[in-house]
Structures are given as C-alpha cells and as structure tokens.
C-alpha cells in the first residue's frame, strides 16, 4: 500500500468521526418538542417546591441512639427487639464496627448503649446501657 492510499483511508477515518461527532452535538442540542403535559407537571412541581420553602418548618423530633456493634449478641438481641416493638422510628442505631468514625463512637466502651439525642448533636449524654428486653422503658428513661 503507497503512502497515497495510507493518507486516503486516515482522511476517510477523520471524516467519518467529524461528522459522527457532529451529528451528536446536533442532537445534544436540540430540545424535545413542547408538551403541554410535561409543562404543566413541571409548573406544579414547582408550586410545591415554593410550598414547601415558605411552609413553616416542624421541629425535629430527636431519637434515642443505640450504638453498638454487629459482633454484640446483646447488641444484634436489642436491635431486634426495638424492630419487633414497633418503635423503630424514635430510634437510630449505628454499629460502631462498620463506622468507627462515627460521632459518638470513640465514647462508647460497652454495647449496646443508649444517648437522648440523634447522632452527631452536641452535649448528648448517655441514658442507658445494656441490654434490656423492655424497649418501651428505654425510650421512657432517655426520653425524660
């Protein structure tokens, strides 16, 4: 093959990819066409999202924290029991084994162990430690 027919083939290959590349910018930009349907899911997403900004803000309700570790048999018990009893949502358990850089963490030297407060908040203070089979009275001890 002659360097004629070398320089032929490369400037056929550099077309194509021009106007390949051409072709996708062509279609990156250009817009769907007008949907009154689109438009108007849009128009009320929008109210809503204005909504929700100027709509007075709820206090957050805190949550018991249970630190404690996936290898803990009192740990691996309490979690369960806090599922079966219904009141998982006033709770937050971090297993301090799979975040050891978690907040509150580096404090714990027993498992499970109870704060009245959600992870991460200042000043929060231990309100139980160990196990218990009663969920209810823990979230009534650290709840007080």
């Known amino acids: 093959m002659t360097e ?6 490369v400037a056929a290959i550099a077309s194509s990819l021009l106007i390949i590349l051409g072709l996708e910018i062509l279609r990156r930009l250009m817009k769907p066409p ?3 349907k689109v438009a108007f899911e849009e128009e009320e997403k929008e109210k809503k999202t ?15 924290t249970m630190y404690g570790a996936s290898w803990c048999g009192y740990t691996r018990k309490e979690k369960a029991a806090i599922e079966a009893s219904g009141l998982a949502d006033s709770f937050t358990v971090v297993d301090c084994d799979h975040t050891p850089d978690y907040a509150g963490c580096d404090s714990v030297k027993s498992f499970p162990n109870f704060y009245n407060c959600s992870p991460g908040d200042e000043g929060c203070v231990p309100c139980h430690r160990g196990y218990s089979e009663n969920v209810a009275d823990i979230l009534k001890k650290c709840s007080a």
């Open 50 to 64: 204005q909504a929700k900004a100027t709509a007075p803000k709820k206090e957050a309700k805190k949550k018991v």
């Open 34 to 36: 007008y949907d009154k």
């Open 4 to 9: 004629r027919h070398r320089l032929g083939i």
